[in-house]
C-alpha cells in the first residue's frame, strides 16, 4: 500500500502520515519502556500541536503515573499529579470507553482524566501491545480545540507506540533468556563435570567419602581434595578465600545458583554443617588459619 493510500486509511494529511513514520523511527531506538513513553510524549508535543502529555497505566479500576522516564516541564508535572492521585476509571467517560473498545463520540463523553487533572482540549489514544489495553496517550493543549484529524494522528500514534512496547519488551526478554541459557549451559557443565571426574567412593562413617585410604590413612584435607570434582575444589578453593557465592559465580562464569549447589555439594561430602567447617575439612590440619 503506497503512503498516500496508508494516510487515506488513517484519516490524516499525507504530511502527518509522514511524521508519524518518522516518529516511530525514533521510538524503536528506546531501550526501555521507560524512555519509550517519555520519547513519545515528547514526539507529540513538538510534531502534532500538544502543549503536554503522559502516558498512564491501566488498572483494575484506576489510571496511575504510567512507567516513564522523568519528563519536561508541565508534562511532568501532570505524571507527579497522577502518581500521587491515581484516578479512577468511570463507566461513561471517554477513558472507560477507550479501554472496553466501546465507539462513541470523544466530544461528547466526560472525561475523569481532564477534570482530576484540569487539562483543556484533550485527546487520547489507547496502547495496546497484544490483546488487552496496556495504557493510554493522553496529550493536551491549551487551543485549539481537538478535531477529529488530531484524534486520528493521536490514536495512529497510540498503535505506533503499541507496536514499540512489543519490540523493547521482545528484546529486553530475548536478553534475561539468552542469559539463562548461558547460566544451564554452565550448570549442565559443571554438572558433568562431577559425574566424569568425581572419585568412585562407597559409603563410611565418616561420609560419602573413600572408603580405604591409601597408605592406610588419609588426613582431612587430603580427604577433602579426593572426595571433591575438579569444580568442587575450584569453589572450595574459592570459598576459602572468603569470597561469596555471587563472586564465584563471577569468577567461574556461572550463575549464583549453580555456586549454590556446588556449596550444597562440597558441605554434604565433606560432612560439614556450614561454609567455615567445610573450609576447615578442604584446607586440613594447620592450613586454615
Same mark, same amino acid.
Given at each position: 500500500?503506497?503512503?498516500?493510500?496508508?494516510?487515506?486509511?488513517?484519516?490524516?494529511?499525507?504530511?502527518?502520515?509522514?511524521?508519524?513514520?518518522?516518529?516511530?523511527?525514533?521510538?524503536?531506538?528506546?531501550?526501555?519502556?521507560?524512555?519509550?513513553?517519555?520519547?513519545?510524549?515528547?514526539?507529540?508535543?513538538?510534531?502534532?500541536?500538544?502543549?503536554?502529555?503522559?502516558?498512564?497505566?491501566?488498572?483494575?479500576?484506576?489510571?496511575?503515573?504510567?512507567?516513564?522516564?522523568?519528563?519536561?516541564?508541565?508534562?511532568?508535572?501532570?505524571?507527579?499529579?497522577?502518581?500521587?492521585?491515581?484516578?479512577?476509571?468511570?463507566?461513561?467517560?471517554?477513558?472507560?470507553?477507550?479501554?472496553?473498545?466501546?465507539?462513541?463520540?470523544?466530544?461528547?463523553?466526560?472525561?475523569?482524566?481532564?477534570?482530576?487533572? @484540569?487539562?483543556?482540549?484533550?485527546? +487520547?489514544?489507547?496502547? =495496546?501491545? #497484544?490483546?488487552? *489495553?496496556? &495504557? $493510554? %496517550?493522553?496529550?493536551? !493543549?491549551?487551543?485549539?480545540?481537538?478535531?477529529?484529524?488530531?484524534?486520528?494522528?493521536?490514536?495512529?500514534?497510540?498503535?505506533?507506540?503499541?507496536?514499540?512496547?512489543?519490540?523493547?519488551?521482545?528484546?529486553?526478554?530475548?536478553?534475561?533468556?539468552?542469559?539463562?541459557?548461558?547460566?544451564?549451559?554452565?550448570?549442565?557443565?559443571?554438572?558433568?563435570?562431577?559425574?566424569?571426574?568425581?572419585?568412585?567412593?562407597?559409603?563410611?562413617?565418616?561420609?560419602?567419602?573413600?572408603?580405604?585410604?591409601?597408605?592406610?590413612?588419609?588426613? @582431612?584435607?587430603?580427604?577433602?581434595? +579426593?572426595?571433591?570434582? =575438579?569444580? #568442587?575444589?575450584? *569453589?572450595? &578453593? $574459592? %570459598?576459602?578465600?572468603? !569470597?561469596?557465592?555471587?563472586?564465584?559465580?563471577?569468577?567461574?562464569?556461572?550463575?549464583?545458583?549453580?555456586?549454590?549447589?556446588?556449596?550444597?555439594?562440597?558441605?554434604?561430602?565433606?560432612?560439614?554443617?556450614?561454609?567455615?567447617?567445610?573450609?576447615?575439612?578442604?584446607?586440613?590440619?594447620?592450613?586454615?588459619?
Amino acid at each position: 500500500m503506497s503512503a498516500v493510500a496508508e494516510a487515506r486509511a488513517l484519516g490524516v494529511p499525507l504530511e502527518t502520515f509522514e511524521a508519524l513514520v518518522s516518529a516511530r523511527a525514533r521510538l524503536r531506538e528506546s531501550v526501555t519502556v521507560g524512555e519509550l513513553f517519555a520519547r513519545a510524549v515528547e514526539i507529540a508535543c513538538a510534531d502534532f500541536g500538544f502543549n503536554r502529555g503522559l502516558v498512564l497505566s491501566v488498572g483494575h479500576s484506576a489510571l496511575s503515573g504510567g512507567e516513564s522516564d522523568p519528563l519536561d516541564g508541565a508534562s511532568d508535572m501532570l505524571r507527579r499529579s497522577v502518581l500521587s492521585s491515581p484516578i479512577p476509571i468511570r463507566p461513561h467517560t471517554l477513558e472507560h470507553d477507550l479501554i472496553e473498545g466501546i465507539s462513541s463520540d470523544p466530544a461528547r463523553r466526560a472525561s475523569a482524566v481532564q477534570d482530576q487533572l @484540569s487539562l483543556g482540549h484533550v485527546a +487520547m489514544g489507547a496502547i =495496546v501491545p #497484544e490483546t488487552h *489495553v496496556l &495504557a $493510554l %496517550l493522553v496529550l493536551d !493543549r491549551d487551543a485549539p480545540e481537538v478535531t477529529p484529524v488530531d484524534r486520528a494522528v493521536v490514536a495512529g500514534f497510540a498503535t505506533i507506540i503499541a507496536g514499540c512496547v512489543e519490540r523493547v519488551v521482545l528484546r529486553a526478554r530475548s536478553v534475561e533468556v539468552s542469559s539463562e541459557l548461558r547460566y544451564m549451559s554452565a550448570s549442565a557443565q559443571a554438572l558433568m563435570a562431577e559425574i566424569l571426574e568425581a572419585p568412585v567412593s562407597l559409603p563410611s562413617d565418616q561420609g560419602h567419602g573413600p572408603t580405604f585410604a591409601p597408605g592406610g590413612r588419609v588426613d @582431612s584435607g587430603n580427604r577433602g581434595r +579426593m572426595v571433591l570434582s =575438579v569444580r #568442587e575444589r575450584q *569453589v572450595a &578453593a $574459592l %570459598l576459602a578465600e572468603g !569470597r561469596s557465592n555471587r563472586d564465584i559465580a563471577r569468577e567461574l562464569v556461572v550463575s549464583p545458583e549453580t555456586v549454590k549447589g556446588h556449596v550444597g555439594r562440597i558441605l554434604r561430602k565433606l560432612n560439614a554443617s556450614n561454609r567455615a567447617e567445610a573450609v576447615a575439612r578442604y584446607l586440613g590440619p594447620g592450613e586454615d588459619s
